[in-house]
């Protein structure tokens, strides 16, 4: 079945350190691929999607590219800050028999050191 | 602008008792979704309602039951609740007009605790 993979947390950098957490999917047909974050206390919020082939999603400076080919969509950024700690969901989305359904990975905790 | 509303925020039950959750969707939302989220895990789906029908079933216990109603709003019912039934409940909301890219719109959920 359709499953979404996550590197293993929890992640921990410094500030102004660069971010890559990597998510890889299988799945049939072309679905959409999310980035979703969750703060502490908080439900899960969209970070950024893409929906086709080859689309870069963006958001608050991080970035993931849809890549069909390695079945990834890794997301990045360049200069992390203490703010950014929480944990980061990878997920996509697509038609099935039933409807449209969402899967998640295991979610990747980030910690940002002053 | 107007997000996913839940309540209560926080629920402490004892064993064996029953718990009731609301979720109010996003306006003009017609779809509702109710995940698990266990301490560490990520999200489980439980169950879904379209248009105040079930449109899927995840992994919901038979002690659960959940409907939507026609103002949309949904309620997760949990009866003869178990220790291992606490955990996060999150509600997220969508709109059937644009399913496909259609991200899902999280409430900040509902921690039960069971005692």
């Known amino acids: 079945g359709d499953s979404v993979t996550q590197m293993e947390g929890p992640v921990t950098l410094s500030e102004e350190a660069f971010l890559t957490i990597n998510c890889t999917y299988t799945?049939?047909?072309?679905?959409?691929l999310f980035w979703y974050v969750q703060y502490p206390g908080e439900g899960l919020q969209l970070l950024l999607k893409a929906t086709k082939a080859d689309d870069k999603g963006s958001n608050k400076g991080f970035e993931a590219t849809y890549r069909k080919e390695t079945t990834s969509f890794h997301l990045e950024k360049g200069s992390v800050q203490v703010s950014d700690s929480a944990v980061y969901f990878c997920?996509?989305?697509?038609?099935?028999?039933?409807?449209?359904?969402?899967?998640f990975g295991a979610g990747t905790r980030l910690f940002v050191k002053a | 602008a107007a997000g996913v509303i839940q309540s209560p925020r926080h629920l402490i039950k004892e064993k064996r008792e029953t718990a009731t959750l609301k979720c109010y969707p996003i306006p003009r939302h017609d779809t509702v979704y109710w995940y698990q989220q266990g301490p560490g895990q990520d999200p489980q789906f439980l169950i879904s309602?379209?248009?105040?029908?079930?449109?899927d079933k995840g992994s919901i216990p038979d002690r659960f039951s959940a409907q939507q109603f026609s103002d949309y709003h949904s309620e997760l019912n949990m009866s003869s609740l178990e220790l291992g039934d606490s955990a996060l409940y999150f509600c997220?909301?969508?709109?059937?007009?644009?399913?496909?890219?259609?991200?899902?719109?999280f409430g900040n959920g509902t921690r039960l605790t069971v005692t």
């Open positions: 799945a049939t047909g072309y679905p959409s």
């Open positions: 309602f379209y248009e105040k029908m079930q449109s």
């Open positions: 997920a996509l989305r697509r038609l099935y028999t039933g409807g449209f359904k969402t899967i």
């Open positions: 997220a909301s969508s709109s059937s007009a644009s399913s496909y890219n259609s991200p899902l719109h």
